[in-house]
């Protein structure tokens, strides 16, 4: 039945099946339902419907507001407004966070770069993670590079969790221009997350050895002094 109902919408009178599915997402008490007009609104893609799903974003329910952000990244809908998309960061469901972690990297604003960044030091598990720093990499790699020389020196006045995921991201960027002299004040990060991703960066980075060397002989010889 909802196949049916779908396809005789999606394929009428698009203003009318956009007023009713917007209706239907707002009035249903079943959540299913509600997810399915988001995604027939998805289907449509208009820029009413395109609206319609936005409005999603502050449904009741986590599901629905995780299937209007799924479908404003897949859709890359560059007119959804990153201020509300930027508060979904701090979302109670982590599976919505992360997934507005992912359309922030699809849509690939580099206004959302400061929020990625703080919602990385609140991440709960690895998954969230992940697409933070994801995004990040996708959003980095459309900066000019110095861009990233200004920001880069910033890294080790950030917190922890926001440090490690802007230095990866900062390493795997495409043409990365990370430098020795970014990454070596990060081995004295006070957080050991931080300095073994420090570590791991300087490791692969041959032509940088020297200079982790001299830095950990220097650390070496200042700590003996203090004794």
């Not at 449509?44 to 799903?53: E, K, L, M, N, Q």
Request: charged fraction near 20%; proline fraction near 4%; glycine fraction near 4%.
């Amino acid at each position: 039945v909802r196949a049916r109902a779908r396809d005789f919408l999606t394929t009428t009178d698009a203003r009318g099946a956009v007023a009713a599915l917007a209706d239907l997402r707002a009035q249903a008490a079943d959540v299913a339902t509600r997810c399915d007009a988001v995604w027939n609104l998805h289907q449509i893609g208009s820029r009413p419907a395109r609206d319609a799903v936005i409005t999603a974003l502050a449904d009741a329910h986590s599901a629905v507001r995780l299937a209007a952000v799924n479908s404003i990244g897949l859709a890359k809908d560059r007119q959804a407004p990153l201020d509300r998309l930027h508060r979904l960061l701090k979302d109670d469901n982590a599976s919505v966070r992360r997934a507005v972690a992912s359309a922030l990297g699809q849509l690939g604003d580099t206004k959302s770069n400061g929020p990625l960044i703080e919602a990385a030091n609140s991440a709960t598990n690895r998954f969230e993670e992940h697409a933070i720093i994801y995004s990040l990499i996708e959003n980095y790699s459309r900066m000019t590079n110095s861009n990233i020389k200004h920001s880069a020196p910033q890294l080790p006045r950030l917190p922890a969790g926001g440090a490690r995921a802007a230095l990866i991201a900062f390493d795997q960027m495409d043409n990365s221009q990370l430098a020795e002299e970014h990454v070596l004040p990060l081995l004295d990060y006070p957080d050991p997350s931080v300095q073994a991703t420090a570590s791991r960066i300087f490791a692969s980075h041959p032509a940088w050895a020297k200079a982790a060397v001299t830095h950990l002989r220097q650390n070496f010889v200042g700590s003996k002094l203090t004794e």
